[in-house]
């Protein structure tokens, strides 16, 4: 069962529009759209994209996110690395060989060329710096340890197996020394099982971008019952940053 929580406004566009034909179905608490399959999760997720939502307000509080750390480079983790260093925050991508990584830097690099070339089709010379600039914001290390030390958020994009990611973020809530936020970009498994160990789950949460994650432009921010409210602000915001429009789902 999942509850994507709207507002009103979104909820009278939606039905206004005719974009859902399940919306005017289904029960709603204060803005808060229960859905009850995972067809309907679907049709929500393909419709969500075209209405670009007005945003809360969040707290001052909140610090906004400078660094992170991916770990993870395959197309998701790639993906995410991109959006952000085009958003200037500095990235750090962690995988086990430096050949992965290297894959990643080519798949990222060549993306960003394809991109500039159509945003700057007659000055080769603004294309290349562009490049130049954003992949100076992306780092990369095999190294787990050094990687998360001084990110703000560390998001997990490795291979859908639950003991691995469970396995993962027990280690770097050993190694974080400073209130780091955590988040999964998992598409299949329970958030609240892939954080079953760890000792303090309000800084984690869930950030699951769809592929290709740069031209996709949903993202959904997913929160456990114990994600904080400073947690869940800090991720939406990030989530803003890099230039999603950003859906927020609750897991019981």
Known sequence: MT???????????LQSNHLSPFVTKKE????????????????????????????????SAVSPVKNICIVGSGLMGSGIAQVAAQASIMVTLIDKTDYVLNKSKKYIQDNLERLTKKQCKKDVKVQATIVENTMEKILMTTNLEQGVQNADLVIEAIVENLPMKQKLFEQIETIITRPTLLASNTSSLMLRDIAKNL??????????????????????????????????????????????????????
């Open 28 to 59: 709603r608490w204060n803005g808060d759209l229960l859905i009850s399959s995972n067809f309907e999760m679907l049709q929500f997720r393909r419709f969500a994209g075209m209405y670009n939502s007005r945003t809360r307000e969040f707290s």
């Open 3 to 13: 509850i994507v929580v709207l507002f009103p406004d979104q909820f009278h566009f």
């Open 199 to 252: 000792k303090n789950k309000s800084r984690f949460g869930g950030l699951h971008f769809f592929n290709p994650v740069p031209i996709m432009k949903l993202c959904e921010v997913i929160r456990l019952t114990e994600t904080s409210d400073d947690t869940f602000n800090a991720l939406q915001a990030f989530g803003k940053t890099v230039g999603k429009t950003t859906v927020e789902c609750k897991v019981s």
